[in-house]
């Protein structure tokens, strides 16, 4: 499914090089649950909002990264790769939303081909997203419950979602893939991914704010599959990574544009 405003040949060529037929055969679903041990996560220096919505907004984007119980990574994007076949996303669009001047998470993963949507659940709070590094000609408004603004990744590659209003706190690491089996862990560390084909893959998770990975070469079998993994986090060695959600210098507003509704 192509969501995006370009080529489908152009991008058949990076997700699908081999112009294959979708995959038909045999599949399975990996879940499992993410943790982080070691230090616990520092706090960001980085301006909050005042008032009713600086609650969620301290507990979503206040640190360099979220725990939720026991050690549960949340914000961590979990991907599946190296097997034979041509597996295309379920949808041509890639979500989320904004409540409480907080994105639902921090970390956002997208198929190329697929278009980026935000939506504003907030009653009150007006924002301005926009997708660092995707072409734009416009800053979109998304008013209080109002349509999703809508943003065209223009090829494969890491985004920063940031807010071109007052808000430098509000920001996301957004991965454009050329493949589609991936997710991203809740406060739960939860993660589950469908539809891969039968066989031996890498699974991989990675937490953008610190750009450290754990990964392993699992056999998939048919039905359920559960593998769970743990990144280790040291306050001393690993420090925020540059351009990403736990980067407060990236907090900077965008380039000028005329904003519309």
Do not use: W
């Amino acid at each position: 499914m192509i969501g995006v405003p370009y080529p489908p040949q152009e991008i058949g060529k990076v997700v699908n090089p081999k112009a294959e037929p979708k995959y038909t055969g045999p599949t399975g679903t990996l879940r499992g649950t993410v943790k982080i041990s070691g230090d616990p996560s520092p706090t960001l220096e980085v301006r909050m909002p005042q008032g009713a919505c600086r609650g969620e907004a301290v507990a979503t984007h206040g640190k360099l990264f979220r725990t939720g119980q026991a050690g549960a990574l949340a914000d961590a994007l979990v991907a599946v790769t190296g097997y034979r076949g041509y597996v295309p996303p379920s949808s041509e669009v890639a979500k989320l939303t904004i409540h409480s001047c907080a994105y639902a998470r921090r970390t956002l993963v997208a198929t190329y081909g697929q278009r980026v949507e935000v939506s504003n659940l907030d009653k009150l709070e007006t924002y301005m997203p926009f997708l660092d590094g995707a072409p734009s000609k416009a800053m979109i408004v998304a008013v209080p419950g109002g349509d999703a603004v809508r943003m065209y990744p223009h090829q494969p590659g890491h985004y920063l979602l940031r807010d071109n209003l007052p808000n430098p706190h509000l920001t996301a690491d957004v991965f454009v893939l050329a493949y589609s089996t991936h997710d991203v862990t809740g406060l739960d560390g939860k993660y589950e991914i469908k539809g891969i084909p039968v066989g031996p893959v890498n699974v991989n998770a990675m937490l953008p704010a610190i750009g450290k990975s754990v990964g392993e070469r699992v056999e998939i079998k048919e039905g359920d599959n559960t593998l769970d993994l743990t990144l280790t986090f040291d306050a001393a060695k690993d420090k925020p990574k540059k351009g990403t959600s736990g980067d407060v210098t990236a907090s900077t507003p965008a380039p000028n544009a005329t904003a519309v509704p």
